[in-house]
């Protein structure tokens, strides 16, 4: 047996392509399905079967559009609602695919109907056993339980706290761990570590879930960690129930200048990949700044922050627009229009609508901060509420970045000196307040740096 991990950093989840040389079956793939027959071709072998540990929160399956390309069986919970014709299993039932025996294990918490799979191969690797456990059992703690509904969300903590033990007993405890979430997706919770691979037996021996000897404490101490999530993941259950097609990955023709003008005057969203700092200091008005390639949750947040199913535009260097398209389609977001540039060298910003007019803000760090911040200005820390309560600027005012869209017309009318942690969720923040025609200045430094610049930070 060979397990093939297919990385998707840009969400924190993981797919896999599990083989036994000739035949393979295929968990948890991710919408772009280029990459999962990428990986089948380079291992020769040929997908006949396609599993989903449980309808996707964060992201949109591309497990019925690699199922029907293969022919493949899309093994799917019996008891899941979905409008496609699917293969249903249940817990206990135990499915051959090649040489591989894959059991099927129900582990509700996650969602109520989520599944995980024990696969051995009894002939080779002296009966080497894999857990592939979704968003169950995670390295160093387990899947939220507050996605399916509020008033479910304790009985689905309950349910991990059993589910997870029930796992660890359906397995030998060398079984290689391999979680779908929990390598930076909001669909983790508790306190997950960074490891890159782990067992069913150092789990066992590590994970909070599974050394906590009291349900009820386990269960009191996940619900208190339950955090804000982006507000996309609304959309993606029901798409995930519903079946969608695939995805267009394609960078479409450039947005003609005086259409993305009129887009622009329309207050349509057109979403600037360039680096914060670029954008800070030209960038066409009524645009707003996502900055492409710097490993900080584009996708995520550009989900979380615009509104749903809005007209989208991407403005940007060619591969940072190809990039930006296959990402955002992992989450349902199709076919955005794009005002392109030819390469990496950037983006003639007058250009592309010469007809619109450009606009700019000052950007510095915590020490311009501390020299010209004068009395009446607001200092606006847009991180999550955990962040802000662990160590925040003396005086600041907190918004996340996902509420502010909604929130500006709270803030004082004043100069608005705006941070996070490293300066990217500020320099979205700043982009909409500038939109609304606010006075902002970004600080595009990194908070841990405040107090040493002799910014005073509480507690």
């Keep these: 047996m060979d397990v093939v991990v297919i990385e998707t950093p840009q969400l924190g989840d993981r797919s896999y392509l599990v083989h036994d040389g000739t035949v393979a079956l295929v968990i948890d793939p ?10 089948a071709v380079e291992a020769g072998v040929q997908i006949t079967h396609v599993a989903e540990t449980h309808l996707h929160n964060d992201y949109v399956t591309g497990g019925l559009i690699l199922a029907e390309k293969h022919g493949a069986a899309y093994l799917v919970n019996a008891d899941d609602h979905v409008s496609f014709t699917r293969v249903p299993v249940t817990d206990g039932q135990v499915l051959r695919i090649g040489r591989l025996s894959v059991s099927v294990v129900a582990t509700p918490g996650h969602t109520h109907t989520h599944l995980s799979y024990v696969v051995r191969d009894d002939t080779h690797d002296g009966g080497r056993e894999a857990v592939f456990s979704g968003g169950s059992l995670l390295y160093g703690s387990v899947g939220r339980t507050d996605l399916v509904s509020p008033d479910d969300t304790a009985k689905l903590a309950h349910d991990q706290y059993s589910s997870v033990r029930r796992l660890v007993d359906s397995a030998d405890p060398d079984a290689a761990l391999y979680p779908t979430h929990g390598f930076g997706s909001f669909c983790s919770i508790g306190p997950a570590s960074h490891q890159e691979s782990s067992t069913i037996g150092e789990q066992a021996k590590s994970n909070h879930a599974l050394t906590d000897p009291n349900e009820d404490h386990f269960v009191s101490e996940l619900l208190e960690n ?19 097609g695939p995805a267009i990955l394609e960078v479409p023709d450039s947005v003609d200048p005086v259409d993305l003008s ?11 990949l360039r680096h914060r700092v670029a954008f800070a200091d030209s960038h066409l008005h009524g645009s707003v700044s996502f900055e492409y390639g710097t490993g900080d949750n584009f996708t995520s947040y550009l989900g979380w922050v615009i509104p749903w199913n809005q007209p989208l535009t991407l403005l940007g260097p060619v591969e940072d627009v190809e990039k930006a398209i296959r990402d955002l389609a992992r989450i349902g977001i199709d076919s955005p229009d794009a005002a392109v540039g030819p390469d990496s060298t950037g983006l003639d910003i007058g250009a592309v609508a010469p007809a619109s007019p450009q606009a700019s803000y000052p950007h510095g760090d915590w020490t311009e901060l501390l020299k010209s911040r004068e009395p009446e200005d607001v200092v606006l820390d847009v991180r999550r509420p955990e962040e802000f309560k662990v160590s925040h600027v003396a005086g600041a005012l907190n918004i996340p970045v996902y509420e502010l869209l909604g929130r500006i017309t709270e803030l004082p009318d004043a100069r608005i000196w705006v941070h996070c942690a490293t300066g990217y969720r500020a320099s979205v923040a700043a982009s909409l307040l500038d939109r609304a025609g606010r006075e902002v200045v970004l600080i595009n430094a990194r908070f841990r740096d405040a107090a040493g610049a002799g910014i005073e930070t509480v507690p």
């Design 30 to 39: 991710q919408r772009d399905i280029d990459r999962v027959e990428a990986a």
């Design 262 to 272: 009129r887009r622009l005057r329309a207050g349509e969203w057109v979403v600037d």
């Design 226 to 244: 339950i955090t804000a999530y982006p507000a996309y993941y609304a959309h993606m259950s029901p798409l995930n129930a519903a079946g969608v």
